[in-house]
Each structure stands twice: as structure tokens, then as C-alpha cells.
Nanobody
């Protein structure tokens, strides 16, 4: 069964770092897919954190994490990372990875857009807790 799988969440203190990973499995390879990281905190709507285009040429980063979070695709193009530095309590959320064909999402060519509604394949999410 083709699916998106996230890993790397955990519980850290403010100021610390975490790296989340996202990979395709079961016949799904993220090489050539646009990929997005989204998060949802309790009682809040899901928000776009960062999106990366299918050929890694266009990147969206939310203002709330700009300068702290970096999204990248690994040497293994099936794996996409979200490097999160200087974590804050307000970063606490379930983080989801999503993917879709590059030609099917605006995020593939517009670095001002990272919309959850456009992505069709979603992981189960990984919890990130930032607390002193």
C-alpha cells in the first residue's frame, strides 16, 4: 500500500532542535513529488509550515518558522527533511507530511502558497512537544 511515513518527532526543551523525516513507501517514491510539512496544534486549524516543489526549485516557509526551520530533500530523493532549530513552545503540534504530483499543486511553482487542500497523500503525523 503506497503511503507517506513521517518520523523524528519527540519531546524537547525550548531552544533545542529536531529533524523530521518523510518518506514514501509501498511503491510511492517522493522523487518528483511536491512535498509539504503541515502542523496542527490542539484546537487550531492545520497550517502549512513548509512546502518544497517537485524539482526542489521552489520553497515556501511560514513566517512563524522562517529562520528556524529548513525543508530539504535528501540525497535519496525519496526522503524529505524538516530541520527544526530553536524550537519554541508554540511549535508544539502534530506534524504531518503530505505529497502530490508536482503538476497538481500550486506549491510546485508559487513560493507564497502551501495549502493542505492541494495535497492528496498524507502521513499519520508525528508529535512534537516543546516544553520546559
Amino acid at each position: 500500500q503506497a503511503q507517506v511515513v513521517e518520523s523524528g518527532g519527540g519531546s524537547v526543551q525550548p531552544g533545542e532542535s529536531l529533524t523530521l523525516s518523510c518518506a514514501g513507501s509501498g511503491g510511492l517514491n517522493l522523487d518528483g513529488y511536491a512535498v509539504g510539512w503541515f502542523r496542527q496544534a490542539p484546537g487550531k486549524e492545520r497550517e502549512g509550515v513548509s512546502c518544497l516543489s517537485s524539482i526542489d526549485s521552489v520553497t515556501y516557509t511560514a513566517n512563524s518558522v522562517k529562520g528556524r526551520f529548513t525543508m530539504s530533500r535528501g540525497n535519496d530523493k525519496n526522503i524529505v527533511y524538516l530541520q527544526m532549530n530553536n524550537l519554541k513552545p508554540e511549535d508544539t503540534a502534530v506534524y504531518y507530511c503530505a505529497a502530490d504530483h508536482g503538476g497538481d499543486v500550486v506549491a510546485d511553482y508559487d513560493d507564497t502558497v502551501c495549502s493542505a487542500a492541494e495535497f492528496g497523500s498524507w502521513g499519520q503525523g508525528t508529535q512534537v512537544i516543546v516544553s520546559a
